[in-house]
Every structure is written in structure tokens, then in C-alpha cells.
Nanobody
């Protein structure tokens, strides 16, 4: 079993930055692909970004490409989401997820474990 705990959310003005962290329990973190998803009020949960087990591969939704960066530190069992140039439409609850596949997918059904989410609010 893997437990994921997100942190770093908050309120920021448009154009600002935030860094989210997700720390995992267990000794198998380094073998998991990791992803970030988000869910805005009244909308479905959507893919944001994912990173392979080693960090060698990362991919992004078009809506965040060039503004968000995912990274991981396997020694700390942590994955990060650096969010720059934030827009009001980035406002959502952000979820960290783990995929037992080393190269994670873009679909929520690909993921085996989820965090509780952290709120990100971007004011205009």
C-alpha cells in the first residue's frame, strides 16, 4: 500500500508561482510512475503531467506545457510540480497519483494510488 500526501497549495495572484509537493510512504516509490491531475468545480478530473520512475521522461497537458514542470527525488520519496505563470483557469484541487507502471499514462484509470488533494486558487 502506498500513501500519498500533497502540500504546497494556496492562493496566488495571476502570473505568480507555486510549488506542490507529494510525499509517498513505502519503499517502492522509485519504481512507480507518478502523475498530477486537477479537478475544478463542476468539472471532471483532468491530466496535468506525469513522470517516469527514473525521471527521464515527462509529459504535459497542452494547457500547462511551458509553464509547469514535474520532477522527482526518489531519495526523498517526493514528486514536485512547479507551476509558473499561473492563470485563473488553473484554479482547482490538485491530486498526486502513483502508477505501478514505470511509465505512467494520462488516464485516471491508469493510476493505483491517490493523494487527498491540495487546493490551488489563482486570483485575477
Amino acid at each position: 500500500q502506498v500513501q500519498l500526501v500533497e502540500s504546497g497549495g494556496g492562493l496566488v495572484q495571476a502570473g505568480g508561482s507555486l510549488r506542490l509537493s507529494c510525499t509517498a510512504s513505502g519503499r517502492t516509490f522509485s519504481s512507480y510512475g507518478m502523475g498530477w491531475f486537477r479537478q475544478a468545480p463542476g468539472k471532471e478530473r483532468e491530466f496535468v503531467t506525469a513522470i517516469s520512475w527514473s525521471g527521464s521522461s515527462a509529459y504535459y497537458a497542452d494547457s500547462v506545457k511551458g509553464r509547469f514542470t514535474i520532477s522527482r527525488d526518489n531519495a526523498k520519496n517526493t514528486v514536485y510540480l512547479q507551476m509558473n505563470s499561473l492563470k485563473p483557469e488553473d484554479t482547482a484541487v490538485y491530486y498526486c497519483a502513483a502508477d505501478i507502471d514505470r511509465y505512467p499514462g494520462r488516464d485516471i484509470n491508469d493510476y493505483n494510488y491517490w493523494g487527498q488533494g491540495t487546493q490551488v486558487t489563482v486570483s485575477s
